[in-house]
Nanobody, 125 residues
Framework: QVQLVESGGGSVQAGGSLRLSCVVS????????MGWFRQAPGKEREGVAT????????VYADSVKGRFTISQDNAKNTVYLQMNSLKPEDTAMYYC??????????????????WGQGTQVTVSS
């Protein structure tokens, strides 16, 4: 059974930082596309960052470039999203997702088969 469990969300003031974690189990982590997505109230879910665990290209949404960094710990089957210089518009539910591996992972949610339950990030001004 595939499970993705996110943690690390919370409430911070603008300019602050948070690090989200996603622990993956029951999936071939060594060759997977992993992505972080977010959904704000009343908006569609959007891709934040995606990468191939086998060492492919990392892609960031324009809105988070230079502020967010996706990384991994292969030994722990864990993906991280370091979020710095947070803005109120970053407020959303953040989801971790896993899908079939490829060199450049898809930016859209349709490319991902498994999803976590989400972790809430709230940034106040």
């Amino acid at each position: 059974q595939v499970q993705l469990v996110e943690s690390g969300g919370g409430s911070v003031q603008a300019g602050g930082s948070l690090r989200l974690s996603c622990v993956v189990s029951g999936y071939t982590y060594s060759s997977a596309c992993m992505g972080w997505f977010r959904q704000a109230p009343g908006k569609e879910r959007e891709g934040v960052a995606t990468f191939y665990t086998g060492g492919g290209v990392t892609v960031y949404a324009d809105s988070v470039k230079g502020r967010f960094t996706i990384s991994q710990d292969n030994a722990k089957n864990t993906v991280y999203l370091q979020m710095n210089s947070l803005k109120p518009e970053d407020t959303a539910m953040y989801y971790c997702a896993a899908g079939p591996g490829r060199w450049i992972c898809p930016r859209g949610e349709s490319g991902y088969s498994y999803w976590g339950q989400g972790t809430q990030v709230t940034v106040s001004s």
